[in-house]
């Protein structure tokens, strides 16, 4: 199984901890910036704060995941493979879970702006090896303010985040997170604001190029790609109700990113986007999934516009041959999913988790179904999208399926076919993300 050879990992990381010399783990080296310099009390308050956490890390044998979830009144953080709890922190409101990208800290869309979670597991490369360290999760205040903090995007090193309320879009570099948190101060190295606010979302690439939505509180019409000194090089305003990204590279290398449409989906290859037309007149796309070397991009699909967020196809959406494949991941069964339930597998699979409590893993060419694993009682589909109801997460090779019904989280070896692993977690989750360490 794969959890097992986790497990294996983890006792070979020990062997190379015996074999290894090498300290507690380094502080970070101080900002030499004149925007970041501090006085001198201030060097010995931060040298204080490395010193706590040095005394507060525990080195471990190998990586250690952790699984986070929401539940009604604050955020749980799990061991991702015992799903112990490690710590419950208290949060008022609905609140939301993005990557921040670096495998330690979640970005958590929360009253005021985007607060910070340090996980609390992380690795330390020491030249030719790694070391590996795990302490008590913390919760820091809102970093980033936003009147509407919505989509954070993970792409090429950078972290992008977008304030639905204003249009503002600020842009960081994703390896700074543990010194941005250190000293509670975001490094923005670029910001910018679209003409109108609207729900949208932005995407920054390595080559200084930026991604943003376009349109306005009522309508949503499409994208541009921005180059370093915001000058418009390619536009598309034929993507109604834009929503969902994801950004990837296909078979061939070369780097796309596609958005949701309610007509089909928006692909832009660097200096040109074109349209795919869904099969039917009104077909949304409102999540996009893709994995790195694959030319086909899971969507979920919409074709009744008075419909709930209860949903039976998903598109399998071909960015090679410009084609777009509704599938009955159901086989007209009667089940149906939300987009909490989509997800990809390691090597590509797709897998879609239902109202009869079974998760399919799917063959992403096809869409044939490869297996079928039961993993809870059947559920029904809330009538609002906040409303806890079961989500999917996949990480490290596990599947991770939300129970709310029981107060409950299942790992599910979708390779293998099977549950690994169920474990009441005493609260009814909600939203999950999951970081690495």
């Excluded at 939505?213 to 000058?231: F, S």
């Amino acid at each position: 199984m794969r959890m097992l050879r986790l497990s294996a990992a983890a006792l070979l990381g020990a062997s190379l901890l015996t074999l290894t010399a090498c300290g507690a783990p380094q502080a970070e080296p101080e900002a030499t910036s004149s925007e970041t310099q501090h006085d001198e009390a201030d060097h010995d308050e931060h040298d204080d704060d490395h010193a706590d956490e040095e005394a507060a890390a525990t080195e471990a044998a190998g990586q250690t995941p952790r699984v986070v979830v929401t539940y009604d009144g604050g955020l749980l953080v799990l061991d991702a493979l015992t799903l112990d709890t490690v710590a419950d922190l208290p949060l008022a409101g609905f609140n939301r879970l993005n990557p921040a990208g670096d495998g330690r800290h979640v970005a958590v869309s929360t009253t005021g702006g985007w607060a910070i979670l340090d996980a609390g597991t992380w690795s330390q490369g020491h030249g030719d090896h790694n070391h590996y360290y795990t302490a008590d999760p913390e919760l820091h205040d809102v970093i980033l303010e936003a009147g509407a903090p919505a989509h954070v995007v993970v792409h090429d090193g950078l972290t992008t985040f977008f304030d639905d309320a204003t249009g503002q879009v600020t842009v960081v570099e994703t390896s700074e997170w543990a010194d941005m948190v250190e000293h509670s101060h975001l490094h923005p190295i670029r910001e910018y604001t679209t003409a109108e606010a609207h729900h949208g979302v932005g995407v920054a690439m390595e080559d200084g190029t930026l991604l943003v939505t376009r349109g306005n509180e009522e309508a949503r019409t499409g994208a541009m790609i921005l180059d370093a000194d915001d000058k418009e090089i390619v536009a598309n305003d034929e993507c109604t109700g834009v929503h969902g990204e994801t950004a990837f590279e296909s078979s061939d290398g070369e780097p796309i990113i596609l958005l949701g449409c309610e007509n089909g989906a928006l692909v832009f290859h660097g200096d040109h986007a074109h349209t795919l037309a869904a099969p039917d007149e009104y077909g949304r796309i409102g999540n996009a999934f893709s994995t790195d070397g694959s030319d086909v991009v899971l969507g979920d699909y919409k074709n009744d516009p008075e419909a709930g967020i209860g949903l039976s196809l998903i598109t399998l959406i071909d960015t090679a041959a410009e084609k777009i494949a509704v599938v009955d991941p159901f086989a007209g069964s009667g089940a149906q999913y939300t987009w909490r339930g989509l997800a990809r597998g390691a090597a590509g699979e797709v897998l879609v988790f239902g109202t009869d409590g079974v998760l399919r893993v799917l063959d992403p060419a096809t869409g044939s179904e490869v297996r079928s694993i039961p993993v809870t009682d059947g559920w029904v589909v809330p009538e609002e999208w906040q409303s806890a109801h079961p989500a999917l997460l996949e990480l490290e090779g596990m599947a991770y399926v939300t129970d709310p019904a029981t107060q409950s989280i299942h790992i599910v070896d979708y390779a293998g076919g099977k549950v690994w692993k169920s474990v009441e977690v005493g609260k009814a989750p909600n939203e999950i993300t999951g970081v690495t360490g």
